[in-house]
Protein backbone atom coordinates (compact mmCIF):
# COMPACT_ATOMS: atom_id res chain seq x y z
CA UNK A 1 0.00 0.00 0.00
CA UNK A 2 1.76 3.53 -0.89
CA UNK A 3 0.72 6.53 0.87
CA UNK A 4 -3.37 8.25 -0.83
CA UNK A 5 -3.31 11.88 -1.55
CA UNK A 6 -6.06 14.32 -2.61
CA UNK A 7 -4.09 16.98 -3.70
CA UNK A 8 -0.67 17.97 -4.69
CA UNK A 9 1.25 21.33 -5.04
CA UNK A 10 4.39 21.08 -7.28
CA UNK A 11 6.80 22.50 -9.65
CA UNK A 12 5.99 21.61 -13.22
CA UNK A 13 8.28 21.03 -15.71
CA UNK A 14 7.11 20.43 -19.98
CA UNK A 15 8.86 17.25 -21.78
CA UNK A 16 8.18 18.23 -25.35
CA UNK A 17 8.20 15.20 -26.84
CA UNK A 18 5.73 12.67 -27.86
CA UNK A 19 5.59 8.77 -27.54
CA UNK A 20 8.08 8.56 -24.29
CA UNK A 21 8.68 5.08 -24.32
CA UNK A 22 9.85 3.01 -20.94
CA UNK A 23 13.29 2.32 -22.88
CA UNK A 24 13.57 6.13 -22.04
CA UNK A 25 12.56 6.31 -19.20
CA UNK A 26 15.00 3.54 -17.53
CA UNK A 27 17.28 2.24 -19.94
CA UNK A 28 17.40 -1.57 -19.58
CA UNK A 29 20.93 -1.67 -18.83
CA UNK A 30 19.51 0.30 -15.36
CA UNK A 31 17.37 -2.69 -14.68
CA UNK A 32 19.78 -4.82 -12.88
CA UNK A 33 20.55 -2.54 -9.87
CA UNK A 34 18.77 -3.06 -6.61
CA UNK A 35 15.33 -0.65 -6.15
CA UNK A 36 16.25 -0.63 -2.47
CA UNK A 37 19.46 2.28 -4.12
CA UNK A 38 16.64 3.86 -5.62
CA UNK A 39 16.40 4.39 -9.49
CA UNK A 40 15.74 8.30 -9.49
CA UNK A 41 19.44 9.25 -11.56
CA UNK A 42 18.34 6.62 -14.11
CA UNK A 43 15.39 8.68 -15.48
CA UNK A 44 15.53 9.43 -18.35
CA UNK A 45 19.00 8.84 -18.60
CA UNK A 46 19.80 9.38 -22.27
CA UNK A 47 17.67 12.52 -22.77
CA UNK A 48 19.30 13.88 -19.92
CA UNK A 49 23.15 12.99 -20.50
CA UNK A 50 24.91 13.07 -23.88
CA UNK A 51 27.17 10.25 -25.07
CA UNK A 52 29.58 12.06 -23.45
CA UNK A 53 28.52 11.54 -19.63
CA UNK A 54 28.01 15.37 -19.43
CA UNK A 55 24.65 16.57 -18.73
CA UNK A 56 22.34 18.29 -20.81
CA UNK A 57 22.26 21.65 -19.44
CA UNK A 58 18.79 22.61 -21.79
CA UNK A 59 16.74 19.19 -20.05
CA UNK A 60 14.00 20.52 -18.17
CA UNK A 61 14.71 17.90 -15.38
CA UNK A 62 18.17 18.58 -14.98
CA UNK A 63 17.40 22.43 -14.93
CA UNK A 64 14.79 21.77 -12.31
CA UNK A 65 15.44 19.18 -10.33
CA UNK A 66 12.88 20.02 -7.67
CA UNK A 67 10.11 19.23 -10.12
CA UNK A 68 6.94 17.26 -9.19
CA UNK A 69 4.82 17.11 -11.85
CA UNK A 70 5.96 16.43 -15.91
CA UNK A 71 3.52 17.78 -18.87
CA UNK A 72 4.25 16.34 -21.70
CA UNK A 73 3.09 14.69 -25.08
CA UNK A 74 0.89 11.67 -26.33
CA UNK A 75 1.52 8.18 -25.89
CA UNK A 76 3.78 8.72 -22.64
CA UNK A 77 5.33 5.45 -21.26
CA UNK A 78 4.35 3.48 -24.27
CA UNK A 79 6.46 0.51 -24.96
CA UNK A 80 7.99 -2.47 -22.92
CA UNK A 81 5.81 -3.37 -19.54
CA UNK A 82 8.92 -2.66 -17.40
CA UNK A 83 7.44 -1.24 -13.96
CA UNK A 84 11.12 -0.20 -13.34
CA UNK A 85 10.08 2.70 -15.49
CA UNK A 86 7.56 4.06 -12.84
CA UNK A 87 9.82 3.61 -9.99
CA UNK A 88 12.22 5.79 -12.10
CA UNK A 89 9.91 8.73 -11.91
CA UNK A 90 8.59 8.70 -8.54
CA UNK A 91 12.19 8.09 -6.82
CA UNK A 92 12.86 11.36 -8.71
CA UNK A 93 9.81 12.67 -6.65
CA UNK A 94 7.42 13.02 -9.33
CA UNK A 95 3.64 12.95 -8.63
CA UNK A 96 2.08 13.63 -11.47
CA UNK A 97 2.63 12.90 -15.37
CA UNK A 98 0.05 14.98 -17.52
CA UNK A 99 -0.49 13.93 -21.37
CA UNK A 100 -3.31 13.40 -24.01
CA UNK A 101 -3.05 9.86 -23.73
CA UNK A 102 -0.24 6.83 -22.34
CA UNK A 103 0.58 3.03 -22.63
CA UNK A 104 -1.83 1.18 -20.97
CA UNK A 105 0.72 -1.23 -18.83
CA UNK A 106 2.37 1.94 -17.87
CA UNK A 107 -0.53 3.77 -16.66
CA UNK A 108 -1.76 0.76 -14.58
CA UNK A 109 1.61 0.65 -13.41
CA UNK A 110 1.48 4.20 -12.44
CA UNK A 111 -1.67 3.93 -10.19
CA UNK A 112 -0.72 0.92 -8.46
CA UNK A 113 2.32 2.84 -7.14
CA UNK A 114 0.86 6.08 -6.44
CA UNK A 115 1.82 7.98 -9.60
CA UNK A 116 -1.22 10.25 -11.27
CA UNK A 117 -1.68 9.37 -15.46
CA UNK A 118 -3.92 12.62 -15.60
CA UNK A 119 -5.41 12.96 -19.40
CA UNK A 120 -5.72 16.24 -20.50
CA UNK A 121 -7.53 17.63 -23.39
CA UNK A 122 -4.50 18.32 -26.37
CA UNK A 123 -5.47 22.03 -26.49
CA UNK A 124 -5.18 22.18 -22.61
CA UNK A 125 -1.53 20.54 -22.77
CA UNK A 126 -0.51 23.20 -25.61
CA UNK A 127 -1.01 25.64 -23.20
CA UNK A 128 0.47 24.38 -20.42
CA UNK A 129 4.02 23.47 -22.37
CA UNK A 130 3.71 26.77 -23.79
CA UNK A 131 3.50 28.75 -20.21
CA UNK A 132 6.37 25.78 -19.00
CA UNK A 133 8.76 26.34 -21.94
CA UNK A 134 8.96 29.89 -20.81
CA UNK A 135 9.45 28.86 -16.98
CA UNK A 136 8.70 25.94 -14.34
CA UNK A 137 5.52 27.16 -12.22
CA UNK A 138 3.49 25.64 -9.66
CA UNK A 139 0.58 23.40 -10.58
CA UNK A 140 -2.20 22.57 -8.14
CA UNK A 141 -3.09 18.98 -8.71
CA UNK A 142 -6.82 18.31 -7.30
CA UNK A 143 -7.77 14.47 -7.30
CA UNK A 144 -10.89 14.98 -5.79
CA UNK A 145 -12.21 17.44 -8.28
CA UNK A 146 -10.43 15.97 -11.69
CA UNK A 147 -8.49 19.31 -11.81
CA UNK A 148 -4.96 21.20 -12.59
CA UNK A 149 -4.69 24.74 -11.36
CA UNK A 150 -2.33 27.17 -13.08
CA UNK A 151 -2.76 30.47 -11.56
CA UNK A 152 -5.92 31.44 -11.99
CA UNK A 153 -6.53 28.95 -14.75
CA UNK A 154 -8.20 25.40 -14.63
CA UNK A 155 -8.06 22.33 -16.83
CA UNK A 156 -9.67 19.35 -16.67
CA UNK A 157 -8.30 15.60 -16.61
CA UNK A 158 -9.42 12.42 -16.78
CA UNK A 159 -9.31 9.02 -14.83
CA UNK A 160 -10.40 5.98 -15.09
CA UNK A 161 -12.71 6.12 -11.44
CA UNK A 162 -11.38 3.16 -9.88
CA UNK A 163 -8.08 4.70 -10.62
CA UNK A 164 -8.82 7.84 -8.99
CA UNK A 165 -10.06 5.52 -5.87
CA UNK A 166 -6.97 3.95 -5.86
CA UNK A 167 -4.98 6.94 -5.82
CA UNK A 168 -7.20 8.69 -3.27
CA UNK A 169 -6.97 5.45 -1.10
CA UNK A 170 -3.21 4.44 -1.56
CA UNK A 171 -4.48 1.15 -2.59
CA UNK A 172 -2.98 -1.46 -5.39
CA UNK A 173 -5.15 -4.35 -7.31
CA UNK A 174 -4.71 -6.28 -3.46
CA UNK A 175 -6.06 -3.52 -1.37
CA UNK A 176 -8.88 -2.88 -3.78
CA UNK A 177 -10.05 -6.53 -3.74
CA UNK A 178 -9.69 -6.32 0.45
CA UNK A 179 -12.01 -3.20 0.33
CA UNK A 180 -14.58 -5.40 -0.78
CA UNK A 181 -13.98 -8.05 1.51
CA UNK A 182 -17.26 -7.75 3.52
CA UNK A 183 -19.60 -8.05 0.26
CA UNK A 184 -16.95 -11.67 -0.77
CA UNK A 185 -17.68 -13.06 2.50
CA UNK A 186 -21.35 -11.72 2.49
CA UNK A 187 -21.41 -13.46 -1.58
CA UNK A 188 -19.86 -16.68 0.14
CA UNK A 189 -22.29 -17.08 2.71
CA UNK A 190 -25.10 -16.85 0.20
CA UNK A 191 -23.52 -19.44 -1.96
CA UNK A 192 -23.28 -22.16 0.86
CA UNK A 193 -26.44 -21.63 2.46
CA UNK A 194 -27.87 -22.16 -1.32
CA UNK A 195 -25.61 -24.32 -2.83
CA UNK A 196 -24.63 -26.75 -0.14
CA UNK A 197 -23.49 -29.58 -2.37
CA UNK A 198 -20.50 -26.96 -3.51
CA UNK A 199 -19.48 -26.87 0.43
CA UNK A 200 -19.19 -30.42 1.88
CA UNK A 201 -19.62 -30.73 5.85
CA UNK A 202 -16.28 -31.73 6.09
CA UNK A 203 -14.59 -28.73 4.43
CA UNK A 204 -16.06 -26.44 6.63
Known amino acids: MTTGWT ?23 FMSTPRSEGYGDF ?21 HSDATVIVT ?11 AAVYALMDFGIKAIL ?23 DEAIN ?34 DIWREKLLNGWDDIDLTLSHQSAIAAYRENIKANQTWRFPADAG
Open 43 to 63: RLRDLRFGADGEANPTDPLNR
Open 7 to 29: THTGKAVALDRESVDTDQLIPAR
Open 127 to 160: ILISVLTIQAENLVVDLEQKEIGLADRTFAFDID
Open 73 to 83: RRNFGSGSSRE
Open 99 to 121: APSFGDIFASNAVNNGLLPAKLE
